[in-house]
């Protein structure tokens, strides 16, 4: 028995350090009129990383960045069902949650894996509506002032501020008109 539970221990960390499939995600888009599906890890990020600054873009010290957004024509194309795996998997990183909002048929969640000095070392996000969802998960270390900076990859502009001053990105886009 002792030993069983050594070996038990043992494993925690191994099953702690797999990686989500995020494919498994894209039978969600066999129902959507409109997906867009970005998997960077490997070779194709550091492709990316050249795009955003060279060796010492954002992308520098990330493992992987994976965005999935379906929208649907019609509410019930896809089950509340099929994001658990994807939250189980957040979950098991044991991440802070730091915004958490649900309103009637709108879900919204945002969770970081804070680090000394300003950096972070993931960053995942959820929006769920009737008729459209989006995933972001970006893995890896990566500072505060970065992040902004990937919104050319379709991740959603946030808007942070960097010890008091808007980000680059921020300054440069334009508000939008009404007509």
């Keep these: 028995m002792k030993t069983t539970l050594i070996l038990i221990i043992g494993m925690i960390p191994a099953f702690a350090q797999q990686s989500f499939d995020f494919k498994s995600l894209d039978k969600l888009g066999t129902n959507a009129t409109e997906s867009t599906n970005i998997t960077l890890e490997g070779d194709t990020l550091k492709l990316a990383a050249s795009f955003l600054g060279g060796d010492q873009g954002p992308l520098k010290n990330l493992k992987g960045v994976y965005v999935r957004s379906f929208e ?3 509410v019930g194309q896809y089950k509340e069902a099929d994001l658990a795996p994807v939250r189980a998997y957040i979950k098991s990183l044991q991440w802070t949650k730091i915004i958490d909002v649900k309103e009637a048929d709108e879900t919204s969640e945002i969770y970081l894996h804070p680090l000394p000095e300003n950096k972070l070392g993931g960053l995942a996000i ?5 008729k459209e969802i989006t995933i972001v998960f970006i893995d890896g270390t990566m500072n505060m002032s970065d992040l902004a900076k990937l919104n050319g990859l379709g991740i959603p502009n946030m808007m942070l501020d960097h010890d008091g001053k808007k980000s680059d990105t921020a300054k440069s886009e334009t508000p939008r008109k009404d007509k």
Aim: hydrophobic share 60%.
């Design 72 to 74: 649907f024509a019609k």
């Design 126 to 130: 959820l929006a769920v509506e009737p």
